[in-house]
């Protein structure tokens, strides 16, 4: 091989094992001295070595193990050089300990093992900030940088990376270990897991068309992490309903945008652009969630979008399912955001007015103000009922709060249509 | 890890029960300290006097300045500490909810830092 595809090869090597064990690697080094700035500074450098080792000596037989080692070896150097440190002895001894046991490990030729789900449970862990958790999973277990999960929160690359090297901190400070909680502490604190992963989720849905690459990948980033908690844990019937809620919100990505870009709501949508493999196994992923009868926010939700579904099967939406559907994950999470679904499903079977009289029940709740979809929904119910000076005005609010282009162009051509004709319903 | 389990209460709740509701609380911080010491976990415990009893220290300028009272007002005042042993923060989480404290206050948890190099 030419030292020049040998260096091709390394990288490719490198880059692979990068994204296939980041995290994995990144929890074990972590697992014991909870350090998982350390772990991250040794594992970079580790695959910086990889880069310049792999091309002259080839690429190793086991590369997850070998950069274990080399990663492991940096971080007792720098717990030796940082002496003074307050943690530096014992860091010290739990390291050389850890490292003779990987090192057998990686003589036999054994996997490193899969400590990524007690990753996920430390950075989730109720002492974290709710915020950050998120931005902290995509960081440690996925390797992706500060600067792209701050443009994905819209949030600055300082701020974002302070508040990641402050959960970090807290983490080792706090004493916050790696482990699966117990089995009864288990749905609550899943759920914090759970909640962090739809996050991503949620920030890479935020871009429809794909064309803003951070968001595209954090929506499979997240979808990649969902599926990896329900390989972890099989048995849990939540974990199988936000993936399954994933995969039908992502089955719709190419029906969202219409050939010129613009937003097409849900009930406008082209069932034909949906993705039949990925509804195929949200769909079987919920029955088996179903089975295991627990039901739970997320598994609702799933449901939710396979009600939508039936639109692609019968021709038209299920909406008395939908409003049960509402009705029960409103008296599951009382969330302002479901109740104004809710009352968009009430419109379809009850009529405007009473949609607009559900949806008064929240309207006095102040995390709605600067809610676009509340705005929204409100213009399109108002509209309905033929109250268009009050309809105008709130999709005046509702557009001034949009930050995607295209839905705000899709509000601006609603709120001109207004006196023109009666409007279709959606859920935006 | 060593963590200290600070207890924050209102003060005039407790001065304003019935004797026998008073002896009742104490016997629920006897039992959890009981049980502190039969896990093994307990390194220092001590129960504080009303802050009415507390003086303010402060040297500013080579002077030193001495006030009555605590040093900061608020609702729930601290009352007393426990320093305990456990393996993380789980572990001091589990045993702060057991603290009778934690029922009619609150408890901070926080981890000592180690001197020790």
Redesign the interface.
Known sequence: MSPRNGDAHARRTADAVARRSYGKLVAFLAARTRDVAAAEDALSEAFASALTNWPLTGCPASPEAWLLTVARRKMIDDARRR????????QLQVLAEGLDAAEADVANDLEVPDQRLALMFACA?P?IDAGIRAPLILQVVLGLDAAMIASAFLMSPTTMGQRLVRAKDKIR?????F?I?DREELPGRLGAVLDAIYAAFAEGWADPGGTDPARRDLAEEAMFLGQLVTELLPQEPEALGLLALMLHAEARRRARRNSEGEYVPLAEQDPALWDSRMIGLAESLLMRASALNSIGRYQLEGALQSAHVHRRRTGQANWAAVVQLYDALWALCGSPVIAINRALAIAETDGPDAALKAMQEVAADVRLTEYQPYWAARAQLLAKVGTYTEARRAYEIAIGLERDPAVRRFLQRRQLGLALSGLQSDII | ?Q?LLVLYSNESGWSAMPPAEQEQAMGAYHAYTEALKKAGVLAGSNRLRPISSATTVRVANGKTQVLNGPYADSKEQLGGYYLIEV????A??SWAARCPGASHGTVE?R?V??T??
Do not use: C, F, K, N
């Open positions: 002496r003074s440190g307050e943690t530096a002895a014992t862990h002492a400070q706090a004493g916050i270990p482990r909680p | 890890m963590y393996p993380d923060l789980d001091a989480i948890v981890p830092w180690p020790r190099a």
